[in-house]
């Protein structure tokens, strides 16, 4: 698990907000209950390692805010 600062990634974030974010809209659109509230205990495991590593990590943006 890490701690501290996340390293950040222009490539990811570049990802995120163009084709990651038409592959949202798409999916939201045709798959139902797609990224809504509450859906993460469909993967528990996954669901408990997302919550540490949120508490136990920060982004270099959070630190502007």
Do not use: C, E, Q
């Amino acid at each position: 698990m890490k701690f501290g600062m996340r390293k950040p990634s222009w490539r990811k974030s570049l990802s995120a907000r163009t084709k990651g974010r038409a592959t949202r809209t798409v999916k939201k659109a045709l798959i139902p209950g797609y990224g809504k509230k509450g859906t993460g205990w469909l993967h528990p495991k996954r669901k408990l390692y997302n919550a540490a590593y949120k508490r136990t990590t920060f982004s270099l943006f959070d630190l502007f805010k």
